[in-house]
């Protein structure tokens, strides 16, 4: 069993044993395991890289109160290990089936009825995210339908009738046949999962760990040191569906539970690394504004659903999301070995382009970010081509503490300016003890053009990177300015 994924799919559950099954290998993903079937092929594939949403699918795990979540995920991503003791859902599946006769489900209804669907490209996608959202919401708000479709791409009909169709099929609480089966289905879940012996998932070319505690998990990054680890994998995979990189040994951290916890600690929130972004952003709401208000404008619903905290911090990208709130905030980042734990600065844990200070048998465990004082004005800005479903360009977060006119306190951190995320640590300092005026960040904005030496590439030339770092300032300086 050691060697075999287990998951249920179509009211069964579904065994893969990479020893016998030649033509897949443990990092097959998931979208290319469904298309091997006649009968799911349904889902399709697009781009391979999480943005048009054709590849849409829906997990089902078992969440708190013993009821099943429901999230909608780019399949194109995601290994099929990661879906161990999971439901795997598929637009085959969502058409009701009575006494031999099929009736479509309320969003397919809806979908057809509104006209909502030209291709079979991009529809099963489509479904599914409404799929998604049937099960998540009743009469949800055009915020929410658009945000869970954000991450499908249509190019011929329009939102406006799919908009419509989400609009008035998710009015029954999520009732369906998947709630009639629930039991059943958390009965097999639940058979999959009582075993928690580590996966270790072989063929020739791979040895793929899957851990289901933190100390094997920590055991198993000692043992294998070279192992490439992954948590929602969404940067990881890139390399595998884009430049046909073949990964050796993989550490998956998908199912580690202690790393999925949220708590409240010595005036910290403490987020587990494998907390999702979909879960950060929800949780920071009023907690932390600014990081809420960056991660409504991170990927799609699809990508936030799996991408964690722990991955962002530890992909160290210069325009990674979280890096400049987390600078602003002054998180820490605790880093667990077999024998050892420590906690380092954010800014201390970036080392360079991608670069960070993780050593060879120590993993990610937790981001811990201070309770934000009232004192505090914070802000944070994200910059890209397109509203939704980009990249930072530019990138900003912003800490600010007065003391009656003048500055006590000043963070400003910038994404897509350097190699790293990086502070403007001379226009803190030209800052710090002067008028909060118009004057006073005017000539700051000449010395933060100064401090930065931004690279031209395909997303921007480096004036416009210099000039948006400088009005970003001004922004936060408007905001913020006492009367
Ligand atoms: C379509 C698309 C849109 C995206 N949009 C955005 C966006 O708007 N903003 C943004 O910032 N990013 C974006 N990303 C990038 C990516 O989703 C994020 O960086 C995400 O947070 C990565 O998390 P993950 O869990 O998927 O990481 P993984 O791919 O699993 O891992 C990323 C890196 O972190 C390391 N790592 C992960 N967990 C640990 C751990 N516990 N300990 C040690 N190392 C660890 C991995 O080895 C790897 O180097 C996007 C990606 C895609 C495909
Ligand atoms: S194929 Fe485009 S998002 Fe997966
Ligand atoms: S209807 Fe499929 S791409 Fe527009």
């Known amino acids: 069993m050691k060697n075999t994924v287990r ?18 290998k443990p990092t097959t993903t998931v979208l290319n395991y469904l298309r091997s079937f006649p009968e799911h092929k349904g889902v399709k594939e697009g781009c391979a890289e999480g943005d048009c949403g054709a590849c849409t699918i829906v997990i089902a795990e078992i969440g708190e109160n013993e009821r099943l979540v429901y999230k909608t995920l780019d399949s194109c991503l995601v290994f099929l290990p990661m879906i161990h003791g999971k439901q795997l859902i598929t637009v085959e599946n969502i058409a009701v089936i009575e006494n031999n006769e099929k009736s479509l489900h309320a969003v397919q209804q809806l979908m057809v009825e509104t006209n909502g669907s030209q291709c079979g490209y991009c529809t099963p996608g489509i479904v599914m995210s409404l799929f998604g959202i049937y099960k ?21 009909t329009g939102y406006k009738p799919i908009i ?9 609480n999520g009732d369906d046949h998947f709630s009639k089966n629930e039991i059943e289905v958390i009965d097999l879940l639940k058979k999959i999962n009582s075993n928690t012996d580590t996966l270790i998932l072989k063929n020739k070319l791979q040895q793929y760990f899957k851990p289901f505690t933190l100390s094997e998990a920590l055991r198993l990054r000692k043992e294998n040191p070279n192992a490439i680890i992954i948590n929602g994998s969404t940067d990881i995979a890139l390399r595998q569906t884009k430049k046909n990189e073949l990964f050796t040994e993989i550490l998956d951290l998908s199912s580690v539970p202690e790393l999925k916890c949220i708590k409240e ?26 990081l809420n208000k960056i991660l409504n404008v991170f990927g799609s619903l699809q ?34 070995s077999e024998n050892s734990e420590r906690i380092v600065e954010i800014e201390d844990f970036i080392k360079g382009y991608r670069q960070t200070d993780l050593i060879n048998d120590e993993l990610i465990t937790e981001v811990i970010i201070p309770k934000s004082e009232k004192t505090y004005l914070v802000n944070s800005y994200k910059i890209s081509k397109r509203k939704d479903m980009d990249i930072s360009t530019v990138s900003g977060a912003f800490k600010l503490k007065l003391n009656g006119e003048n500055v006590d306190e000043i963070i400003l951190a910038f994404g897509g300016m350097a190699a790293v995320t990086k502070r403007a640590k001379e226009t803190e300092k030209l800052l710090t003890g002067k008028k909060w005026n118009r004057e006073n960040v005017e000539t700051a904005m000449k010395t933060l053009e100064k401090e930065f030496t931004p690279l031209s590439d395909a997303r921007s030339e480096a004036e416009f990177r210099s000039t948006a770092a400088k009005n970003l300032l001004l922004k936060f300086y408007l905001e913020t300015k006492q009367n």
């Open 7 to 24: 998951f249920v799919l179509d009211g069964k559950i579904r065994e893969v044993d990479f020893s016998k099954y030649h033509e897949l």
């Open 136 to 156: 998540n919401h009743q009469n949800p708000t055009r915020e929410v339908i658009e945000d869970a479709l954000t991450g499908n791409l249509c190019r011929c």
């Open 164 to 172: 419509e169709a989400a609009q008035k099929a998710c009015v029954t």
């Open 265 to 290: 600690e010595n005036n910290n929130i403490v987020f587990g690394a494998g907390i999702t972004i979909e879960q950060v952003r929800n949780y920071s709401i009023e907690k932390f504004p600014a």
């Open 303 to 336: 990508i936030r659903n799996v991408a964690t905290i722990g991955g962002n911090v530890g992909s160290a990208s210069p325009i990674g999301d979280t890096l400049p709130v987390l600078f602003a905030h002054c998180a820490k980042i605790k880093l667990q």
